[in-house]
């Protein structure tokens, strides 16, 4: 049994950074990568980045490439992901995901999700 949980989440203003971490528990976190989606009532929910099981491939949507930035610590079954010149449209609840390997930009093509935790960013 896979069980991911989001820390990290916050109030912050525009142009601000934040670090959201996700703990990883139950089967070889080396064998899945993580992806990192956002979303808000009444919307899809949307890919923002994912790193494969080792590290070697990034993945990062339009709306932050250049701006966030994700890793991953496998000695301590935690992925990260670093958000700097945050945006108001930014704000969302950010959930942690997991798949077998490789990485994946599609919501159904991970098969754990964590509870997430919500970003808001004033203007």
């Known amino acids: 049994q896979v069980q991911l949980v989001e820390s990290g989440g916050g109030l912050v203003q525009a142009g601000d950074s934040l670090t959201l971490s996700c703990a990883y528990s139950g089967r070889d976190f080396s064998d899945y990568a993580l992806g990192w989606f956002r979303q808000s009532q009444g919307k899809e929910r949307e890919f923002v980045s994912a790193?494969?099981?080792?590290?070697?491939?990034?993945l990062y949507a339009n709306s932050v490439k250049g701006r966030f930035i994700i890793t991953r610590d496998n000695a301590r079954n935690t992925v990260y992901l670093q958000m700097n010149s945050l945006k108001t449209e930014d704000t969302d609840v950010y959930y942690c995901a997991a798949r077998p390997f490789t990485t994946r930009s599609a919501a159904g093509q991970y098969d754990y999700w964590g509870q997430g935790t919500q970003v808001t960013v004033s203007s």
């Open positions: 790193i494969s099981w080792n590290g070697g491939s990034t």
